[in-house]
C-alpha cells in the first residue's frame, strides 16, 4: 500500500488536472506515456497513469 500512496501523492502534486470534454478526449483516455510527457490530462487520463506506474518495478 505505501507504494500505491507514493505515486497517487506523485500525481497529485505533479500532474495537473486538465478536464477535455470534446472528441474523442472526452470518452477515450491518452495513453500514460503521453499523460506523463505532457504533466496533464483528465481524470481518465490520471487514472490510465496511476495504473500503468502501480505496476512498473
Known sequence: M???R?????L???IRYVGIESG?????PY???EVFTNQHGDCKDNATL???IQ???
Not at 24 to 28: A, D, E, P, Q, V
Open 55 to 57: 505496476f512498473f518495478e
Open 24 to 28: 474523442i478526449g472526452g470518452l477515450k
Open 2 to 4: 505505501t507504494r500505491l
Open 50 to 52: 496511476l495504473i500503468s
Open 12 to 14: 497529485q502534486q505533479k
Open 31 to 33: 495513453p500514460a506515456q
Open 6 to 10: 507514493a505515486v497517487a501523492a506523485y
